[in-house]
């Protein structure tokens, strides 16, 4: 939320806040938003690790995207795609930032099924003020299934 001056105490779904030490409000005053977005992830599903890197079966991710203000594009790209070939994945997003990608999300970034060994799946945010985060990776080592 921004505006010039909100009051002391607001209420926002019932429950009393106050805007000047919320991160979601923006005042006017307030400098501007510099800060990029955070994203969290990791693998849903670990049977084990290899040289510390997390070794699947099922390569299902979840995570969290935050910011100051709204994730406008959400991208992901699958081990070696650059930057520019990042799908934008925003609609994954649910209203309190959480995502989950199932394997048929990432084969379809993928374009094609994943195949066994080791890979690397790359998240990148941009919020509304145009601060992006650094590359996010996960990375993960897909074993066949018994």
Known sequence: ???????????VNGVKIDPAGDPRFLLASSAPDNTGPVITAQLLNVQSTQGGIPVTRDPVI????????????????????????????????????TFELQRSDIEAVNDGPLTLGEHTVNFVAEDDACN???????RFILVAQV
């Open 1 to 11: 939320f921004a505006a010039g001056r909100f009051k002391k105490s607001i209420r």
């Open 62 to 97: 979840v995570g969290r995207v935050t910011a100051l203000g709204r994730i406008t594009k959400f991208r992901v790209g699958i081990d070696d795609d650059e930057l520019k070939d990042f799908e934008n994945i925003l609609k994954k997003i649910e209203a309190n930032g």
């Open 132 to 138: 992006t985060t650094a590359v996010f990776p996960v």
